[in-house]
């Protein structure tokens, strides 16, 4: 299984943002002896499945799960620019430690996603690789992404942290 990182929002109890995106180069990847920068193809993943039981973890960890596709806490939705997320958080002390963590900034709100690839395609120099085809597993709130450009916010946090920002620039000048 891989795992690659990206951002989203949270508003109230509801977390959203993109997971995935598509065409959207990764920062530098080291895996298995090779160093290369990875996209992910519009259709990469078929979401539509209801049987996959994707799940909305903390840090990749299976013992901090946020939210699920098959009881509809988590709805995931694809688009021309990637897979898109919305997650209800469930009243549970992980839940308001996350919401916390992004109301003080620590979490920036970058996502990341675990998956499997069945079909990828490599430049000739083996530094670009491209998955056109591959199976979903996760997708997590991390500190670190390998997809910089994805993002998650809790929104009304976010716009407290916005002022807080603009208040510390304000004093540092």
Not at 46 to 62: A, M, P, R, T, V
Request: hydrophobic share 30%; aromatic share 8%; glycine share 6%.
């Amino acid at each position: 299984m891989e795992i690659r990182k990206t951002k989203g929002e949270i508003r109230e109890n509801k977390l959203s943002g993109y997971a995935v995106l598509f065409n959207t180069p990764s920062v530098l990847i080291r895996e298995h002896g090779k160093e290369f920068v990875e996209t992910i193809e519009r259709g990469a993943f078929d979401i539509s499945d209801k049987e996959d039981d994707i799940k909305l973890y903390f840090q990749h960890n299976s013992e901090m799960p946020l939210a699920r596709t098959r009881n509809g806490s988590l709805i995931l939705r694809e688009d021309e620019k990637g897979i898109y997320f919305e997650a209800e958080l469930p009243n549970t002390s992980l839940a308001n430690d996350v919401k916390e963590l992004y109301r003080t900034g620590v979490l920036s709100g970058e996502m990341s996603f675990g998956f499997s690839v069945t079909r990828d395609k490599w430049s000739k120099d083996h530094k670009k690789r491209t998955v056109e085809k591959g199976m979903l597993y996760e997708i997590s709130i991390v500190t670190d992404a390998a997809y910089p450009d994805t993002s998650s916010q809790l929104r009304d946090i976010q716009e407290i942290n916005n002022k807080r920002i603009s208040n510390i620039r304000r004093r540092l000048k």
